[in-house]
């Protein structure tokens, strides 16, 4: 052999380096990618990028088996006809023909009744443009993966303080002294969080990881405290029940920067109650906060205009005004909410003793406390108070879908919030930031249409399809207080479903309730497999005819990249483009890969020809706007007016100066965020590593909520519309809004009478602990264990079983048991056991386990796959030994008194309980088969896909094809 | 002499399998490359990989730790597996201790990997030769390559940084002090191997609260009033006692 | 291990080869000595070392299976400074060589004396090529068994025992094939052949079972927790890394059940030592000699197949250690 060390790689053939954007998860890295002879050669980290600073992760860097993965579709793909859906039974077609069979069916729905117009999108990043389309199209029927994913994280934590973990805002870990990290598997920030918690704990910082699981990031903290699942809101009520009692909490910054000491009416009998007393009431014309509210002046002993100049005021008490209105500050009635929630009352039900509790809690005033951080950095406060230094106390949270993917995950993550609020660690250092353009208003001013008229043939939808309400008003409800959107959110079944409620979709649109659909488009969302819950009737469902032998749901639309168990279920298939065949925006209108120190997007530019007759989605949505005739895409003549996506995303705005891409703008590219288009965008984006950073100067760095100086740079470069401080709502007004609609003491929009107490119980302005409704429906004698998922890092959701590389490590997934479990149940590791619900019940293969709390029983998420589908063989392992737990997690709960088709969701926010689910396990019996049960009808590969597959694969870049 | 190594770190490895995958990737188009898979998209799909990650649980619950362990060639200092290859496929580098395969001396004995206690050697189901990590040797000389490439594919890839690269002969490499420095230790040290890879253990930060923290006189409490006071009839030294 | 067949064969093909041909060796000696009746050199000698060098040959053979790239094998023979597998492949085709020299010599009966010994004692091409073939029989015995005995974390081979064993399982199971061949070839060494058999596999048995034994109280050296380098008394593997197995699962281990194992040991052990005793000494009283003879070595060759596959079993490779749990 050549000596390895004087040869270069670049020897073996023509080498070309591009760089783009990863797309093997929504973490969004820079990457470079080599190219030897046309083929990939290399995917690797790009260095320059603020992101993953170089690093790659598994599936990052397992690109080149994506890429060429035999599962790919090639060409537009129509259902045969005489052959039923579900049989995969396809012919190619032109574009042209999908096209045309698209325009004619979406004009007619269009000018009959756009809502019967579904398009749903999964873990995509481009809500922008779909978003847009939606508008456009005139349907409210919109919704990303948001609702079936996390929006119990955005919501609880936007609504309390604007601002939010998942892709909005994150732990500082430079700074931080303490981290703790709340039911995080992965993650979307899954790079950069793994670059700092190196970094943390190689600099002595102490890690605590509270999960009923210890893997992943888990596996190195410090210290694991395994919680039972569903049960943080009592911990984390608990660890605020302590720290008041301790007086272990940050005063100053609750007095400055929250609603605790702000005066609250509690006159029972008023319609008032519960609200905050105002000194004025201005008409409230903008989407904020006037600063019209009351402390209570500890000198003058009386209300006094909030933040009045050198005013200390009582943070805890009751009062009375002048007029004999009793009042109780904010703060008070926090502490009167958390009187009963001692540690030994959470001990009970966390599993995690008292004394771990209190030292907890202890252990995070003490550091908030004692270890303070103070930057040289001055700032102004909107008070105009000046500063000479930030200050920060260096406890850091971190919170993902353990605490979301639960019915009573709002409450939970409020609970986080104003624990956080508690510590003092707001956007401050060595605490939570945010990430521009957040924060936003509380709650963000886009507001979802507000009734059934804002629905008109041939006419955009009146308002955003998704949007955040911020009274009862705000809901998209008919007279009658019914749904207008077919997953019904923003009804009152689920009035803060910020996300919609993709999960609710497929089983509203078959049942017809609240309406029948014709036409359902769903982009980059495997719906019939690992994003539906109750997946095996939800298959049924997508087939199932009326009685005229009409399908329940008409026409289905799928636009994947590969042979999905989605695509198995489509009429018509639209053959997507892979992630390094496409122009691609993480736009600022969506969520841009900014950093805690200022705005930041990024742009994917192709590396490869798109194979086959492969499409970008977008060109898709472009193309049919302008055949449709979507205002946005036609010129004064009608005519089309964007050439393509990247002309579109150059000269498109959505508002004067404000574009799908933050950088460069302006005639000469001059200017950022705000500026006319710059027809060489794209260039100046493809020059600076695909994305564009903009620093903030450090004074605006820090306390953004109230900092003056940063509120009025995003006001000016478009952020957001106010300038006014954003105070965090440790007492939730908003919530208390609905409550008083509830109780009939609210004038606008009221709920039908069976949801009254629903809507009263679940939106009270303060946190409190709840079992999950599931729990509180089912048995849990019978059913004594919860079954959840995780994340493994390895693998991106459903997408990587076609991977070559990839599906070595996760070929097939266990069931995750604490030894207990398999001993007090007679089985044994490694013994095929049945998981069964009330729901239904899978067959699988069990794993003992010392990292799973007894009454939890866990699996990676999305290995288990149907027979055929992804490009694999029918006896792959993935569908003989993997399994899916979504077959036994219900999309509806049981009926019950406020309804007979409920959603499975969290009773505020919509958000799909995917970890709710009680089980039982027990041994299969040894005549049994060891496969997986459910088992469906193998798929067949589909025209366009690889036909002839080799035993063996030796990639070697250049002669991958003739090897 | 030089003795070119991995240091691989415990504290922080997460087990994320970026390092498996990167290594393939670089060294299946690379010198040591292809890395043949079989049964790519079949049933039971296995193939060749230079480094593996391994998961361990330590302890019963609730005291459970988790131990995510990634494991290569240790490019050893005394490699068994290079003496007993009779066609002197397998050597060890003078100028730097890597452990190489000659692929094209390799007659796919297999009697290396029989000799090596750790499970590191692969042989190639396809090529039909004994395959290996090889440092990278084909990057970490490269001089195309921007010095700061310069590095093994997994060593760049590790979100974690776990992965160190250098030289454990010289005393004031990064590694070497690492090694001393955080208790750095050799795989199965009972066989004399002398691996010139290294692993540093589990590091843990505790906390301890001193009561005088919970007692405090800057308790907010106090101004809200809240914190009790001493009842005033309640006797001092001053009551009692005062002959000073 | 994984027992592999090409090596199975291997090692116990060329086994009965050497053995055969040191029987053939000692014949003539005792001849010599004039302890034994001379014999033809051609039926006898020429024909016995034909049948040897064939027994070589096909484990020569064999052994082309257990490479990956058969092609390239000559390069093998350049390590022999250290490699004993490179020494084996020296010693295998020289012994060969010598053997096959040795019966040509026969054959054509170049066995005029070329000087005296000790005055009384002719010495004789076929004896001085004898004598090194003789030699080299060894040596491959001992490259053959070195290549597993070397192995120090194979604690079961790394032993004086396993050079022991397969020679006296070589020889005996080639003394058994000498008397077969002697009955064959109408010779009249039946009785000393075997009673050399007989001896040998009795020392054979003897050995074979005291390896058996040592190997069942061995402690490995390595655990779990120098594997990693943890301290701790409960460590359990979860996930080894892959899940649909790799080289390392597929070489070092043999997937086999314990039931079978042992009864793979019993077998051998019936099969190689009392069977064809019992069968050597009927057929040495006169009875059916052909067919029990036959019988002996065809029932001592099936065991030794097993015994060699219990041998590959037995080694327990530390390796395995980090290839425990797929999850
Ligand atoms: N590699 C990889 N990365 C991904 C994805 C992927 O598929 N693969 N998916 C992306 C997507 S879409 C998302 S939404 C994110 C999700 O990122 P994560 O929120 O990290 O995702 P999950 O795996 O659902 O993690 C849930 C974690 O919460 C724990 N948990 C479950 N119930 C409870 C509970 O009641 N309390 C507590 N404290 N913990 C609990 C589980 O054990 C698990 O560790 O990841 C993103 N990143
Ligand atoms: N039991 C359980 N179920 C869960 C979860 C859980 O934790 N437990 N997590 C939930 C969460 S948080 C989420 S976000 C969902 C995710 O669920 P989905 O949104 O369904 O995610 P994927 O499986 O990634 O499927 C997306 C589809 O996109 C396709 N695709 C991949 N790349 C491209 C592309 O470039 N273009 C196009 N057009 N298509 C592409 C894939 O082929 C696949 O069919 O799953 C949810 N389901
Ligand atoms: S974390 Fe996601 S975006 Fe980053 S490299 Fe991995 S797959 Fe790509
Ligand atoms: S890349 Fe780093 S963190 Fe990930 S498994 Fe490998 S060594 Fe561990
Ligand atoms: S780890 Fe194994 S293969 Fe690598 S040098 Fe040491 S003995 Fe040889
Ligand atoms: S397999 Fe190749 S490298 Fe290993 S001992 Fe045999 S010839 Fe040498
Ligand atoms: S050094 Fe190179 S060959 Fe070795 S494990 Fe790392 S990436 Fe693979
Ligand atoms: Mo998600």
Known sequence: MQDPTNRSDKETGHVEIKNTTCYMCACRCGIRVTLRDGEIRYIQGNPDHPLNKGVICAKGASGIMKQYSPARLTKPLRRKSGTERGDSKFEAISWEEAFSILEERLLKIRAEDPKKFALFTGRDQMQALTGLFAKQFGTPNYAAHGGFCSVNMAAGLIYTMGGSFWEFGGPDLERAKLFVMFGTAEDHHSNPLKIELAKFKRKGGRFISINPVRTGYSAIADKWIPIKTGTDGALLLALIHELIKQGLYDREFLVQYTNSPELINMAEDSTEQGMFVRFEVPEEEGCFEPQNKLWWDRKLNKAISTHTDGVDPYLLGEFELDDGTPVKTAFQLLKERVEENTPEWAEKITGISAETIKKLAYEMGITARDHKIELPIAWTDCWDNDHDTVTGNPIAFHAMRGLAAHSNGFHTIRALGILMSLLGTIDRPGGYRHRPPFPRPIPPCAKPPKGPEAVQPDTPLDGMPLGWPADPDDLFVDDAGEPVRIDKAFSWEYPLSVHGMMHNVITNAWRGDPYFIDTLMIFMSNMAWNSSMNVTEVRQMLTDKDDQGEYKIPFIVVCDAYQSEMVNFADLVLPDTTYLERHDVMSMLDRPISEFDGPADSVRIPILPPKGECKPFQEVLIELGSRLKLPIFIDENGSRKYKDYPDFVLNFEAGPGIGFLAGWRGKDGKKFMRGEPNQRQWEMYAKNNNMFHYELPKSYQYMRNWNKGYLHWARHHGLIRYAEPILIHIYSEVMQKFRLAAQGKWDGKQPPDHLRDRVETYFDPLPFYYEPLEWQLTDSKVYPLKAITQRPMAMYHSWDSQNAWLRQIHTYNHLFVNPQVGISNGFKDGDWVWLESPHNKVRCQCRFSEAVEPGTVWTWNAIGKSSGAWGLAPDANESQQGFLLNHVIAEELPPHEHGKHISNSDPVTGQAAWFDVQVRVYKASDDEPEQTSPQFEPMKPLPGMVKKRRKWQAYFAGIFEKK | MKQLALIIDLNVCVGCHACVTSCKEWNTSGWAGPMSDVNPYDANPTGTFFNRVQTFEIGTFPNTETVHFPKSCLHCEDPPCVPVCPTGASYKREADGIVLVDYDKCIGCKYCSWACPYGVREFDQKEKVMKKCTLCVDRIYDQTLPESERKPACVLACPTSARLFGDVHDPDSEVSQLIRENGGYQLMPEWGTNPSNHYLPRRKTHFKIHEDELLRVDNPLKKEGLLPEPPKDQQTLDDIYSSW | ?327
Not at chain 3, 134 to 148: E, G, V
Not at chain 3, 178 to 190: H, K, P, R, T, Y
Not at chain 3, 224 to 253: D, P, V, W, Y
Request: glycine share 6%.
């Open chain 3, 1 to 327: 291990m994984h027992p592999a067949f090409s090596v199975i064969f291997l090692t116990t093909l060329i086994g009965v080869g050497q053995g055969l041909f040191l029987a053939l060796y000692s014949g003539q000696i005792y001849s010599m000595m004039k302890l034994l009746p001379a014999q033809n050199s051609q039926s006898f000698y020429a024909l016995g070392s034909l049948l040897a060098v064939g027994f070589l040959l096909a484990g020569l053979f064999a052994s082309f299976f257990h490479l990956g790239r058969p092609m390239r094998a000559w390069r093998s023979s350049s390590k022999w400074r250290t490699s004993w597998l490179s020494r084996e492949v020296i010693i295998l085709p020289t012994t060969m060589l010598l053997i096959a020299f040795y019966g040509v010599i026969h054959y054509f009966d170049w066995n005029q004396p070329l000087f005296i010994l000790v005055e009384t004692q002719a010495i004789n091409l076929s004896l001085i090529i004898g004598t090194l073939a003789m030699l080299s029989t060894f040596a491959l015995f001992i490259c053959t068994s070195m290549i597993y005995a070397s192995l120090k974390f194979l604690q079961e081979w790394y032993s004086p025992l396993t050079v022991i064993n397969y020679i006296l399982l070589g020889t005996a199971s080639g003394f058994t094939l000498a008397a077969v061949f002697s009955v064959i070839v109408e010779a009249d060494v039946v009785g000393f052949y075997v009673l050399w058999a007989i001896i040998l596999t009795v020392t054979a048995f003897i050995t074979r079972v005291a390896t058996i034994l040592r190997n069942h109280s061995i402690t490995p050296k390595s655990n779990l927790q120098t594997a990693i380098g943890i301290r701790h008394t409960i460590i359990t593997q979860k996930s080894q890394g892959f899940m649909c197995g790799s080289f390392n699962t597929r070489e070092f281990f043999h997937h086999k059940s314990l039931t079978q194992i042992k009864a793979i040991k019993n077998i051998f052990l019936v099969l190689v030592f009392p069977i064809p005793i019992l069968l050597l000494l009927v057929a040495a009283s006169g009875l059916a000699p052909l067919y029990l003879a036959i019988a002996a070595f065809i029932v001592q060759y099936s065991g030794l197949l097993a015994e060699r596959w219990y041998f590959f079993t037995e080694g327990k490779h530390p390796q395995n250690i980090y290839y425990q749990s797929v999850a």
